[in-house]
């Protein structure tokens, strides 16, 4: 057996040699052959199979094997120093996706030699830390990439590429930091779900990284609904909110709230951290099971009431009741081989895979909502009565005396007698005045469901194609239940199968609730005819269009595990009369990938519309309905009889007795490791006032916290100064490097736009994503601002666009 630690020490010096001197990073054949690799966009193939089965078998208590580990790492060092030499240098991202790479593995291979509780540790580490970079597939790279520059076969657009590819792991890196506060963890989580799902409807990327990242942004947005379904409040700090449930006596809210931290410090590897609140959560749960899979099960089921409502999951277990009762009868006209998997759906228990694949959706799928808020002109039409002659002529009764020429007299003696008895009339002529008041308001949004309702769809793709339409119509549920009379929100939805089946209206609580049993209850067999379906809703727009004056865009979403045929041009005929209507043709292919219609949506992209395209894997659906969302101890507790015994404040006086002190070494863990992040600030702005510039991510978000507001506008104005394209060129710097700053500021821009928030927030991220990708894009802070100062004209608009995104 080889010395690990040997292996490793030698390992990480060949790491910083590719990140610190490219130059002296050595590859024979590379170097013989880097012409034409270089011409083929070559790009280094790394894996991490042994290691992720390292990491598996710390956790399950099984014997790892360390070599085998060390072996792909080693391989994984060696191609990236081939790319370093047929490159010039190694991409920054897979240069630093080494070094965490080499962290994890010497970490669990130190926790081999340790106890229990260390190496389960060290093997629950996030997954998603060790993936490689995003990148385009192999045999596609080539045609992406596009060789050239100077001194960097790399251009701009393949450096805007790479940048925002990276800027996604960012993101998550950024989420995976966040343990405060849940909101903000959101934030980050489903903005870089909005850039992966992006990137993968309009790149071919590796399938396998862009899965195993959605499945976990996936996982963590759904744990976030279900920790705010529990009752703990995304805006307040976790911990601060623990020792409230610990007052109150709250064992419920207090679980989960130690259950959230405990597994977001396993999963940033913060051992002492996690352990503490493990020993909290061990300390508070007594012998009730909160560990095992089937308490993890029966989470999500409670999780399911909590988040979609008892009314909801009432509706599904009715409609489950009816589909078993009619299974029989649908099964007889089946071909044989469809006769088991069609009685299995609706076999006993099957309802909570439904509600598990619910439950799913919201982490799983970005949709967007039915309402858009845009800036409108609201007209209003008033009527006057005026004496001035128009084209409408009208008698009222006369008012004052100078309505007296124009009034119908019967008899002068009696005309002032008239006048205040109110009998005398007057002519008058109708005018119609236009006010006009611009307000921003919520409009309508047409969405449009189509669904597949073929025979090959049976079966976890059939649950979540249903799961899809159902988080649809309890989204729409909460928000007809708000009385708001100026909107109007409506769905429509349709199955499909070799014909186009009816369509359903849903515009009121009453209706979703219906249609809710409909939809779940029902077995759909038959063939696809995709092309039929898309041609016959665009016929429905203009129905809906006709309803609704106000109907400021329409989005039709196609849920298909088919691949059948469509013409565009037929599709375009259908959409005629359409076009001042902005309309999207969304698709989720459930399964199985349908080329013709990932192109439709990239065509759609490209021309600005807004569609998207989204595909999960058989694998991926058979996790989803089996409720597998979750991992390390189930958010809820299992109901205990002496709780129920005594009131909350005897719980709150037993729970202090025996959790007090552990929540405060869990507050002095939290200081010290506020602490540390300081004095690692304070160390990077040392180091970085070297180079003339002050590195400030850490220090905005905590300002944009404290609400200090005119600090973090001077952090802001230094990073993005109001520049006038007009100002005079001070410095020099080369234009590869203002190319890089113009990548840079384009990548800020499409990041803070998707994270959102308010004005405070907006800058503050901004701070802290210019300070994560600068180094991706070859750029020290100080020739940053050297580039600003050099390229003023050319720089302006960027920083223009930068600073208007955080303003609005």
């Not at 010096?13 to 270089?38: F, G, H, M, N, Q």
């Not at 549920?477 to 409506?490: A, E, K």
């Not at 609704?548 to 865009?553: G, I, S, V, Y």
């Not at 230094?718 to 001070?730: M, S």
Request: glycine letters at 6%; hydrophobic letters at 45%; a negative charge.
């Amino acid at each position: 057996m080889s010395d690990p630690a040997r292996r490793l020490a030698d390992l990480e010096a060949r790491i910083e040699r590719i990140a610190l001197d490219p130059a002296s990073v050595k590859a024979t054949w590379a170097r013989l052959l880097r012409p034409l690799l270089r011409s083929l966009g070559w790009q280094p193939k790394v894996s991490v199979v042994h290691i992720e089965a390292l990491l598996d078998a710390l956790r399950e208590e099984e014997e790892p094997d360390i070599d085998e580990a060390i072996d792909e790492l080693e391989s994984d060092v060696a191609s990236v120093e081939r790319a370093c030499v047929v490159n010039g240098r190694a991409s920054v991202a897979h240069a630093a996706w080494l070094r965490r790479l080499f962290e994890v593995v010497a970490r669990a291979t130190h926790a081999c030699e340790r106890s229990a509780r260390e190496r389960w540790s060290a093997g629950s580490i996030d997954r998603v830390t060790i993936l490689p970079p995003l990148a385009v597939r192999g045999e596609e790279a080539q045609v992406v990439s596009t060789p050239g520059g100077q001194g960097d076969p790399a251009t701009k657009v393949d450096r805007l590429l790479s940048l925002q590819l990276a800027a996604i792991d960012h993101l998550v890196d950024a989420a995976r930091g966040e343990r405060k506060f849940l909101s903000r963890r959101r934030r980050l989580l489903e903005a870089a779900r909005q850039m992966l799902l992006d990137a993968a409807a309009a790149l071919p990327l590796d399938p396998d990284g862009v899965e195993a990242r959605r499945a976990h942004l996936a996982r963590e947005i759904v744990r976030i609904d279900r920790l705010e379904a529990a009752g703990v409040d995304p805006r307040v700090g976790l911990l601060h909110q623990a020792r409230g449930a610990l007052t109150r006596g709250d064992r419920g809210r207090l679980h989960a709230i130690l259950a959230a931290m405990e597994g977001m410090a396993l999963q940033a590897g913060d051992d002492a951290f996690s352990s503490r609140a493990e020993g909290a959560t061990r300390t508070l749960d007594g012998d009730a099971d909160t560990r095992s899979e089937a308490a993890r099960r029966a989470s999500v089921l409670r999780s399911s009431e909590q988040v979609l409502g008892r009314d909801v999951v009432a509706a599904v277990q009715q409609a489950y009741v009816r589909g078993r009762a009619q299974t029989p009868l649908v099964v007889e006209d089946l071909p044989a081989a469809f006769h088991a998997q069609a009685l299995e759906y609706f076999g006993e228990q099957r309802e909570s895979e439904t509600l598990a694949a619910v439950l799913a959706v919201d982490g799983a799928f970005e949709v967007g909502g039915t309402l858009c808020p845009v800036r409108a002109v609201e007209v209003e039409t008033r009527v006057r009565l005026v004496t001035q002659p128009t084209q409408e002529l009208v008698l009222t009764t006369a008012k004052d005396v100078v309505d007296l020429p124009d009034a119908i007299v019967e008899d002068p003696r009696t005309i002032l007698l008239s006048l205040a008895a109110g009998r005398l009339l007057t002519r008058k002529y109708v005018q119609y005045e236009r006010l006009e008041r611009p307000r921003t308001k919520l409009v309508g949004e047409a969405r449009i469901y189509v669904l597949d309702g073929s025979t090959s769809m049976v079966g976890p793709r059939a649950r979540m194609r249903d799961a899809i339409l159902l988080a649809e119509l309890c989204t729409l549920m909460r928000r007809l239940s708000v009385r708001d009379r100026s909107t109007q929100v409506t769905l429509y939805y349709r199955y499909f199968d070799t014909k186009v089946g009816a369509v359903t209206r849903v515009a009121s609580p009453g209706e979703a609730l219906a249609a809710i049993g409909e939809v779940v209850g029902t077995l759909r067999t038959g063939g696809t005819n995709i092309h039929d379906a898309l041609c016959e809703s665009f016929a429905l727009l203009r129905a809906a269009r006709a309803a609704d004056p106000d109907l400021a865009r329409a989005q039709i979403v196609l849920v298909t595990d088919g691949d059948a045929p469509i013409l565009e041009a037929e599709l375009e005929q259908a959409r005629s009369g359409l076009d001042d209507l902005p309309i999207g043709v969304s698709v989720i292919a459930l399964g199985q990938e349908n080329a013709l219609l990932r192109a439709l949506v990239a065509r759609q992209r490209m021309a600005g519309a807004r569609a998207f395209y989204h595909f999960i894997p058989d694998n991926a659906l058979a996790t989803l309905v089996r409720g597998d969302v979750d991992e390390g101890v189930a958010l809820h507790l299992p109901e205990l009889a002496a709780d129920a015994q005594r009131s909350s404040k005897a719980t709150g006086e037993a729970l202090r007795a025996t959790l007090g002190g552990l929540l405060d070494e869990l507050g002095d863990l939290d200081r010290r490791r506020d602490l540390e992040a300081v004095e690692q600030v304070a160390a990077e702005r040392r180091s970085s006032v070297e180079l003339g510039v002050e590195l400030d991510g850490a220090a905005a978000r905590k300002e944009a916290v404290d609400r200090d507001l005119r600090a973090l506008d001077r952090r802001f104005s230094r990073w993005f100064p109001a520049l006038d394209a007009g100002t005079k060129p001070n410095g020099e710097a080369d234009e590869e490097d203002r190319d890089a700053a113009l990548v840079v500021l384009g990548t800020v821009v499409e990041v803070v736009e998707v994270l959102g928030g308010t004005e405070l927030a907006r800058k503050a991220e901004a701070v802290d994503t210019l300070e994560r990708v600068l180094p991706d894009a070859g750029l020290s802070p100080a020739r940053y601002q050297q580039a600003l100062g050099a390229w003023p004209a050319e720089l302006a608009p960027a920083l223009g666009a930068v600073r208007a995104i955080t303003r609005r």
